[in-house]
């Protein structure tokens, strides 16, 4: 069974903070996604990185995918009080089917 | 907005009743994935319909079932309900099945086992 392992669970910051939630896990996926979900709603995807090494960037956000393909990182940088929300990785294993396992997520609270 | 829609929102059901849960994937969409996601859990990968077919199945009992029709909408039905199966459930369409998809999620429906 794949795990992804989220840390931190929690994190309370104040706003202009800079943050970094980590994902780890000891398989290797062939693609990572982030997403992030509000209260009441779905997983809204931010990221997809599939390329070992990869590093992206979604204005104040850089993602970066481990270079085995088994864990990665978010970053933002100056935190909003917008950014509160659960971010949640999901690996793909590949496959025919599209299936995603989750972690844990990590519930980000940015403080005014 | 996703284009993937949900119903009902909500709902309360006691147990060992049967539910039926309802998705519109997204337009031109052919894939269906459902996911429990439990309080404070990452969602849980249920199963997956592709072009009618159930193409992959989590590690739920056949208590939980599934159907998709010919305009790629799909039902998740969940029988003998469990003070455990109380929990938000995703639906998430894509265009294809596969590595490397998007795929893009609803807005949930809650499900309260009493």
């Known amino acids: 069974t794949q795990l992804l392992e989220q840390s931190p669970q929690f994190l309370s910051i104040q706003e202009g903070e800079n943050l970094t939630v980590y994902c780890n896990s000891s398989s290797v996926f062939s693609s990572l996604q982030w997403y992030r979900q509000e209260p009441g709603e779905g997983p809204v995807l931010l990221v997809t990185?599939?390329?070992?090494?990869e590093v992206k960037k979604l204005k104040r956000l850089t993602f970066q995918f481990g270079d085995a393909r088994k864990d990665s990182s978010l970053h933002i940088t100056a935190a909003q009080p917008g950014d509160t929300g659960l971010y949640l990785c999901?690996?793909?294993?590949?496959?025919?089917?599209?299936?995603?396992?989750f972690g844990k997520g990590t519930l980000l609270t940015v403080n005014p | 907005e996703t284009g993937v829609t949900q119903s009902p929102t909500h709902l309360i059901k006691t147990r060992g009743q049967q539910v039926t849960l309802r998705c519109s994937s997204q337009?031109?969409?052919?894939?269906v994935s459902w996911y429990q996601q439990a309080l404070g859990q990452g969602p849980q990968f249920i199963f997956q319909y592709y072009r009618e077919e159930e193409n992959g199945r989590g590690n739920f009992p056949p208590r939980f079932s599934g159907l998709q029709f010919p305009n790629y909408s799909s039902e998740l039905n969940v029988n003998a309900l469990e003070l455990d199966d109380s929990a938000l459930y995703l639906c998430?369409?894509?265009?294809?099945?596969?590595?490397?998809?998007?795929?893009?999620f609803g807005e949930g429906s809650w499900l309260t086992v009493v």
């Open positions: 999901a690996g793909d294993s590949g496959g025919s089917n599209y299936k995603l396992t």
């Open positions: 998430a369409s894509s265009s294809k099945t596969g590595t490397g998809n998007t795929i893009y």
């Open positions: 337009s031109g969409h052919n894939t």
């Open positions: 990185v599939v390329t070992g090494g």
